[in-house]
DNA sequence: GTCGGTAATC
């Protein structure tokens, strides 16, 4: 270990910290990066498209009325040439940002072009983004449009296609998956098939189907890679499954195959971490410095919010400080941390501060920034400050998502103000992010603590009919 | 094609 090697045992000061955390809640339908196009015009596509910077490109190209405008052009010869870029990078785009609508619509201009030429790769890429964004239906009717144009699956194809459904909590859909693979001769289920798996397994709290897994994994002659010990590890922490957890690692080591690295620490740090068992934490951190590993930004994130949530705010500082003395520098999720640890504190001023510091120190703000900082000014009855940071997003380029406005939509139902509430949920729709349950909880129960019964049920009516409207088909055979 | 860090409801 270095000379300088942040010890945190010999930082311990007081420990007083018994919280219990929330376990991870199955996510709901919406993407994380719900398409957020643009408010401004996209603007002629024809015209100067070569000149266009590529990042411009693909942002023209992101809106429907643009994509419709590529499927008229499409037609046209003169422009086919120019396509294929193009539209391969609008898609590119679409699937690295996790936008599988806008990703799905472009697929679907793409295979309607004569230079088409289809591939298992570009299956995979969408499959994986859809599993992402938690969209079995739309992973199942993408596999079978492959399968309409005569291609063979790849192992790759069928793991994507498992963990779309596994990671939506479709095990029996997963599993079966895993059987067709292991009917088809070259597409024999993998290491990593298996680790997806354990981890959807472990999500959906099927700790009973670790032991068969291995078995089979066994059985058939494939060995745990450390992905595969870190995935259980993992799960089991953030089942608070402490004792499964160390034995996971005991079997880990004791494999010789397979040695730790830095996702094991950060695993077992933050398994500790978040259920404020802090002792043990630093006991882990130390244990794995001494075996070599070196931590990164996510472990110092981790330890930042773990000190914060436990309200060892020194030990935090300590741990930032670390930082800036080893040239680490903070990232926009340190200084969110940083931030909502205060927030959640009821400290504005050191929130603010940190705010401060934040966008003095150049790093742009970003949805979740803003959601922590709303929350607290809602906490504390600082409604002014929630309209002063609804100015400051509508005036920038910040993306807004779903979780944003719900937060912002009930910090003005708390403060009364139905109006704005209102306002708020058509300026959802206009930024195409879509409300979900918590949306609409949050709505109804401002109305009811409003005395708006009729209102309330008004919008549990709409709720209801907005969950019947899903399930849409984008791409066409 | 696999594993770890940040926000929203009550």
Not at 167 to 179: H, I, V, Y
Request: overall charge positive.
């Amino acid at each position: 270990m270095e000379p300088n090697a942040l010890t945190l045992t010999n930082l311990r000061l007081s420990t007083t910290c018994s919280t219990k955390f929330p376990r991870d809640q199955n996510q709901t339908n919406t993407p994380k990066s719900y398409a957020q196009i643009p408010k401004r015009s996209p603007g002629p596509v024809s015209k100067g498209l070569q000149k266009d910077s590529k990042k411009d490109l693909s942002r023209i190209l992101r809106t429907d009325a643009a994509i419709k405008g590529i499927a008229r052009k499409a037609n046209s010869r003169k422009y086919t040439q120019l396509w294929p870029k193009a539209v391969l990078e609008a898609l590119d785009e679409a699937i690295r940002e996790n936008q599988w609508q806008t990703a799905l619509k472009i697929f679907g201009l793409l295979r309607q072009q004569h230079w088409y030429d289809a591939r298992c790769q570009t299956y995979t890429r969408l499959l994986v983004m859809l599993g992402k964004c938690r969209q079995p239906e739309q992973a199942s009717l993408l596999f079978e449009i492959l399968l309409s144009e005569g291609l063979r699956p790849t192992v790759d194809v069928y793991t994507a296609l498992l963990s779309a459904y596994g990671q939506s909590g479709f095990l029996d859909k997963a599993l079966s998956t895993l059987d067709d693979m292991k009917s088809v001769s070259e597409c024999k289920p993998d290491v990593y098939t298996y680790s997806i798996l354990i981890n959807c397994c472990t999500k959906f709290c099927r700790f009973d189907l670790i032991g068969q897994i291995l078995a089979e994994m066994s059985f058939l002659g494939i060995e745990c890679s450390t992905v595969t010990y870190n995935t259980i590890i993992d799960g089991y922490g953030k089942a608070e499954m402490f004792e499964l957890m160390e034995n996971t690692l005991t079997d880990m080591i004791e494999s010789e195959t397979c040695l730790p690295d830095v996702f094991t620490l950060n695993t077992l740090v933050g398994a500790y971490g978040n259920s404020g068992q802090i002792e043990k934490m630093e006991k882990w951190y130390d244990e794995f410095r001494l075996m070599g590993l070196k931590p990164d930004i996510k472990t110092f994130n981790i330890l930042i919010k773990s000190y914060g949530k436990a309200g060892m705010y020194e030990k935090m500082r300590s741990v930032t400080d670390y930082m800036e003395k080893r040239f680490f520098s903070p990232t926009t999720v340190t200084f969110n941390t940083v931030i909502d640890v205060f927030g959640k504190a009821g400290n504005i001023e050191r929130m603010d501060a940190y705010f401060k510091k934040m966008k003095h120190q150049g790093i742009k703000p970003n949805s979740i920034t803003y959601c922590s900082l709303v929350r607290a000014y809602s906490k504390v009855g600082l409604i002014t400050k929630v309209d002063s940071i609804l100015r400051q997003v509508e005036n920038s380029d910040v993306i807004l998502d779903t979780p944003f406005f719900n937060c912002i939509i009930s910090a003005y139902g708390q403060a009364g103000d139905v109006e704005k509430m209102r306002e708020l949920f058509l300026e959802m729709k206009e930024r195409e992010c879509k409300p979900d349950n918590i949306t609409f909880a949050t709505m109804i129960q401002a109305y009811h603590a409003q005395g708006m019964t009729e209102a309330a049920e008004k919008l549990a009516n709409k709720m209801i009919a907005t969950k019947k409207s899903t399930g849409t088909r984008l791409i066409g055979h």
